[in-house]
């Protein structure tokens, strides 16, 4: 089974894995087949799920709902993640893509999800992108509504700097759950950047988004010898496959970021979660990171 990590300080307790839905309407499932796929996961101890109101053209989380309706009693194995504070112009009445972080849309669009969802409360919401027209204590202001109505038990921020995570932080009387963020051999700016250290500082666990550079890692050339490393890790350490081996380099950071697994396929969230039983040495991670820059440490 999958370990349970609190996410921080009288924070929610989470799956170290995370089942993302982000591309479910691609997945092609009834209702009935993602009931059953929902179980499955489940089943694995992958209890913590990830939607947010834009995904799938604002159509994920009403998709899941459906799943919800027809066996709500799964949603006590669960704890439900959802996102907000994009507009896109999958909706008539955006005419641009912006972010919208007033009092007003976080409020609403939290309900909505929970209408689309078919859920009472939410255990957990992010503010899915900083916006610079984002005032900190409106947020504050949407986040204990939100809290003292019983809709959502924990708040936290998505691709946040360390300086906007403070900012908001300031505003509120308790501590922000997480920042999900995107991590990945081949997305690395945030390990020196100062976001995991505040993390780590704060004790304040990451969500880590598209972990496998959203399949950049497997198709693209210029990642050639990033995969030649990763196939001789994942020997090294008898893997099953290189995901295994990336979804360990994530796993392997101090701040203990959460891996979200973007896949349907419950073959490969079977895959991803044996990568807790990898014991990664300080030389193969380092190797990794040297294969996916193309340069040593100075």
């Known amino acids: 089974m999958v370990q349970r990590i609190t996410l921080a300080p009288?924070?929610?307790?989470?799956?170290?894995?995370?089942?993302?839905?982000?591309?479910?309407?691609?997945?092609?499932?009834?209702?009935?087949?993602?009931?059953?796929?929902?179980?499955?996961?489940?089943?694995?101890?992958?209890?913590?799920?990830?939607?947010?109101?834009?995904?799938?053209?604002?159509?994920?989380?009403?998709?899941?709902?459906?799943?919800?309706?027809?066996?709500?009693?799964?949603?006590?194995?669960?704890?439900?993640?959802?996102?907000?504070?994009?507009?896109?112009?999958?909706?008539?009445?955006?005419?641009?893509?912006?972010?919208?972080?007033?009092?007003?849309?976080?409020?609403?669009?939290?309900?909505?999800?929970?209408?689309?969802?078919?859920?009472?409360?939410?255990?957990?919401?992010?503010?899915?992108?900083?916006?610079?027209?984002?005032?900190?204590?409106?947020v504050a202001e949407a986040f204990t509504a939100l809290h003292q109505s019983g809709k959502v038990r924990h708040f936290g921020v998505s691709n946040f700097t360390p300086a906007q995570f403070s900012l908001l932080q300031s505003r509120l009387p308790f501590t922000l759950a997480t920042n999900q963020v995107e991590l990945s051999p081949v997305h690395q700016p945030l390990l020196l950047d100062g976001t995991l250290d505040q993390l780590q500082q704060l004790r304040v666990r990451p969500m880590a988004w598209s972990c496998l550079g959203g399949g950049s890692l497997f198709n693209d050339e210029k990642y050639q010898p990033l995969r030649d490393e990763l196939a001789t890790v994942a020997t090294e350490l008898n893997a099953e496959s290189i995901e295994q081996v990336v979804y360990a380099w994530v796993m392997r950071l101090p701040s203990q970021p959460l891996p979200i697994i973007g896949s349907g396929k419950i073959e490969r969230v079977r895959s991803a979660i044996a990568a807790e039983n990898l014991n990664m040495t300080r030389q193969q991670w380092f190797r990794i990171r040297k294969a996916a820059l193309g340069y040593d440490v100075p």
């Open 10 to 138: 009288n924070g929610p307790e989470f799956s170290r894995f995370v089942m993302g839905y982000w591309r479910l309407m691609d997945w092609n499932m009834s209702p009935q087949q993602l009931v059953s796929f929902i179980e499955q996961h489940l089943d694995l101890g992958v209890t913590t799920v990830d939607h947010a109101d834009i995904y799938g053209g604002y159509l994920c989380e009403a998709a899941f709902g459906d799943a919800m309706k027809l066996a709500p009693h799964l949603r006590s194995r669960m704890e439900v993640v959802s996102k907000c504070g994009i507009a896109t112009t999958a909706r008539a009445e955006n005419a641009i893509g912006h972010y919208i972080t007033d009092k007003d849309h976080i409020v609403r669009s939290a309900e909505q999800s929970l209408t689309h969802l078919a859920i009472d409360q939410l255990d957990l919401l992010l503010i899915h992108r900083p916006d610079p027209l984002m005032d900190a204590d409106e």
